[in-house]
């Protein structure tokens, strides 16, 4: 169980994770054999129509931080099961460390002209997940654990756990898009997507302020032979026991709630009120919301060889079902000191337990029934060499996730001799601090990609996309 925990916090700290920062693979936006750049823009058009593998045709998955990156989690998972010990994974932490996840997928998605129109149908799954995490949290639970207790041992620590942010969405969407071209020069798209929502879980800890007691170090315990490395207290003298906590003081004023809507499951309240349980069973999934989304976009050609594009994405909201919904609050304060009956509570068990915090059962009109989507603005410039066989280009990004927007900004030059082969490198600095670079290749149906194939030994976003597609009807010359 410990083994399991640290994995899922360290995968939740650095997600290796989520995300890098786009929805789509950026490195496929100038490559025309291929159908994923309609989905980053439904003004653009691929040479000829598609028809993509079900659930696998067009698999994307992607993560990043701000903090951590895979170097970290590879190192926190060899590390053993003193995770708070890690002085490497803790002196990287912030203030305010956040993190975000993606994932999408197409169960059934396919794309064909018809006139001078190019008409697309998707049906997919998506997954949206975002965190902020107190620096402070982090420390509590090191202090909990013993780490340092030279130094900490018979103090008072005050922690400001405040700030704590999680969102976690999942829908299904069902889209049409069509796109035309007007003009020579202008050719413009949009797509309508009708959304079943699956499941959502907000938290929001506005403010959780601990005093907290640390205990004397147990008897018989010198602390002039501590070295200062928790690893080295655990040989010579064992963790604190339950007992060493007894008559400790325990203190804290706490002001947050927590939200799930999920058909057939969500949390689950003792008799008295108080949050007990989160009950989730995949055989009761169902749709417990709906929405509506819309994507807009357009290119221009200024010149023969010079191109410009813009796209609006996921603008659109999900309603959620209130019957569906529970919130568990908590807002006041409290003054312990630590014993046997309520050890297991506040210092035993598991720190991340909902039980900790006191939450109550809340009224579900009470509720954000609605919820907007992570939308996305793209602007992009491409410039075509060698009968448009080879282009250069840049594109802007900027994703408007929670807890907090994510820009990139991406480089990149495309290769595009035939329909059945296009390959593409770019290079975006900003999410992956400058260590990585992406890579892109389309060989017949099967198209790989990543935006972040780090070269440095810590990328700090990691994502990757498969498809595998099959071409319809025959092929168009390049408008875009």
Request: one cysteine or more; a negative charge; proline letters at 3%.
């Amino acid at each position: 169980m410990k083994k399991c925990k640290r994995v899922l916090l360290a995968a939740g700290l650095v997600c290796a994770a989520s995300a890098a920062q786009a929805q789509y693979l950026r490195t496929s936006y100038f490559m025309e054999g291929t159908s994923t750049r309609i989905q980053m823009n439904p003004g653009l058009q691929p040479t000829r129509g598609y028809f993509n593998f079900p659930i696998i045709g067009s698999l994307n998955v992607s993560a990043s931080s701000n903090v951590l990156g895979t170097g970290d989690i590879i190192d926190v998972l060899d590390g053993g099961e003193d995770l708070f010990s890690n002085n490497k994974l803790f002196d990287r932490l912030k203030g305010e460390n956040n993190l975000n996840v993606n994932f999408n997928t197409d169960i059934l998605s396919f794309g064909w002209y018809r006139g001078k129109g190019f008409w697309s149908v998707n049906v997919g799954l998506r997954m949206d997940v975002g965190a902020s995490l107190s620096g402070d949290m982090f420390s509590m639970m090191r202090n909990m654990n013993g780490f340092a207790i030279e130094d900490l041992a018979g103090t008072r620590q005050q922690y400001n756990i405040a700030n704590q942010k999680l969102n976690v969405s999942a829908y299904a969407e069902v889209g049409l898009g069509y796109s035309r071209q007007v003009t020579d020069k202008l050719t413009v798209g949009g797509r309508v997507k009708v959304l079943l929502g699956l499941a959502r879980a907000e938290m929001n800890i506005k403010q959780f302020d601990v005093d907290l007691e640390i205990p004397n170090l147990p008897a018989g315990v010198d602390p002039g032979e501590i070295s200062g490395n928790y690893s080295d207290y655990v040989s010579r003298a064992g963790e604190f026991s339950p007992e060493d906590w007894y008559g400790s003081h325990y203190s804290y004023e706490a002001d947050g709630s927590i939200t799930t809507t999920l058909k057939g499951g969500g949390m689950t309240f003792d008799q008295n009120g108080m949050i007990d349980d989160f009950d989730i069973e995949a055989g009761d999934l169902g749709i417990s919301g709906t929405g509506f989304g819309i994507d807009l976009g357009a290119s221009y050609k200024v010149w023969d060889n010079l191109t410009v594009s813009a796209a609006v994405l996921d603008l659109g909201f999900l309603k959620w079902k209130e019957s569906a919904t529970t919130i568990a609050t908590v807002s006041g304060y409290g003054d312990e000191t630590i014993d046997s009956d309520n050890y297991d509570k506040y210092i035993g068990g598991d720190f991340l337990s909902l039980e900790r915090f006191d939450f109550a059962e809340g009224d579900p009109k009470e509720a954000d029934l609605k919820t907007r989507l992570a939308s996305t603005i793209l602007l992009a410039g491409e410039y075509g060499l060698l009968n448009n066989k080879l282009s250069v280009g840049a594109m802007y990004t900027c994703r408007f996730v929670q807890p907090k927007a994510l820009n990139e900004l991406t480089f990149s030059a495309t290769f595009r001799p035939k329909n059945w082969f296009n390959a593409a490198v770019s290079y975006s600095p900003i999410q992956a601090a400058g260590k990585s670079i992406g890579l892109a290749l389309k060989f017949g149906p099967l198209f790989v990609g990543t935006d972040y194939m780090y070269f440095g030994n810590n990328s700090k976003s990691v994502n990757g996309f498969f498809g595998f597609s099959f071409p319809l009807g025959a092929s168009r010359a390049s408008n875009n």
